[in-house]
């Protein structure tokens, strides 16, 4: 059993044209240091100076824009318990960095609106390892070869809920700034009645010391199946009106080229979830997951070869 997380968020607009927002995490409810372990972590804390609905300044500890963060960042509201290997090795969420940059939004058409982030950031450091990119992340304030990255991300949103987005990252990750780490995310939202698709692909490729590149790739495909139609309003009695009850069933891989050499074998993970979440009011959500993963386990990913069934409570106030 694990007190996962607690988060708490900052936010307030003393001007009109200026706003700001900080997210706190309080990790495994425990002190830092101590023998129970634990982590308090700033994940975003910045400053936003709103121009037009289009162009706004933003600077602070920032929230790196790559994949689905807006889906999958916040555990409590991800569909899955366990986050995705693509944004646990590929895109190490919880990804923060320092940084500076613009971000906005605009209408395309009467049906489709465009919002988008670029911001310059101290960039991925060095920490490479055939479990992916998550040791690269570097401490606020630290940049180990005084370089800087930019990531940006650009969303399509539709009337209809169909939402897709376009990632890109670029960075130099060794201490003399010779070698980069260059890659794009894909992501895909799409929702009817009763059904939801949520998709992501990721793409890395990473400059070796030495005998070219290697490539880390990996995806999601989540299936959200809506159970409403089966009950009726009430069916957990009148306190609790309108309570959802949800079916997900997701297929996660990812797969490592090893950073040494190529002639070394790369590291792969496969899983599949299956999943019933059920959602009693707006704010409070259960979930109950059966995973089943296997793996070329050269190093473990996240969770090698095993079956874990999980549970999980989160409230959103």
Do not use: C
């Not at 960095?97 to 605009?106: E, H, I, M, Q, V």
């Amino acid at each position: 059993m694990d007190g996962q997380s607690f988060e708490l968020v900052i936010s307030g607009q003393p001007h009109k044209r200026i706003s700001y927002f900080t997210e706190l995490e309080f990790e495994r409810a425990a002190t830092v240091g101590g023998p129970r372990g634990g982590e308090v972590l700033v994940e975003q804390a910045y400053t936003d100076l709103s121009i037009t609905d289009w162009l706004n300044l933003r600077g602070g500890v920032l929230l790196v824009p790559f994949g689905n963060i807006e889906r999958d960042h916040y555990a409590p509201l991800r569909d899955v318990i366990s986050k995705p290997y693509t944004s646990f090795a590929i895109a190490p969420s919880d990804w923060t960095d320092n940084g500076l940059g613009f971000n906005g939004k605009f209408n395309l058409s009467d049906n489709w609106i465009a919002d988008y982030q670029t911001y310059v950031i101290a960039g991925l450091g060095n920490g490479l390892s055939t479990t992916g990119l998550r040791a690269t992340r570097q401490g606020f304030g630290v940049d180990n070869n005084n370089n800087k990255a930019i990531a940006s991300k650009i969303t399509l949103h539709d009337t209809s809920g169909l939402s897709f987005g376009l990632s890109h990252y670029s960075g130099a990750w060794d201490d003399l700034s010779s070698k980069s780490i260059n890659g794009y995310n894909l992501d895909l939202n799409f929702q009817l009645a009763w059904y939801e698709l949520v998709a992501e692909y990721s793409n890395m490729n990473i400059d070796r010391l030495s005998s070219g590149s290697a490539n880390m790739q990996g995806y999601y495909l989540r299936n959200l199946f809506s159970l409403e139609g089966l009950f009726d309003e009430h069916w957990l009695g009148e306190d609790f009106s309108h309570p959802k009850l949800t079916l997900v069933a997701q297929l996660d891989a990812i797969n490592i080229e090893n950073y040494l050499s190529a002639s070394l074998p790369d590291n792969w993970e496969k899983r599949i979830t299956l999943g019933l979440n059920l959602d009693v009011t707006h704010s409070w959500r259960a979930k109950i997951n059966y995973e089943h993963a296997w793996s070329a386990q050269l190093d473990q990913i996240l969770r090698g070869d095993d079956d874990v069934w999980s549970l999980s409570l989160g409230y959103l106030f």
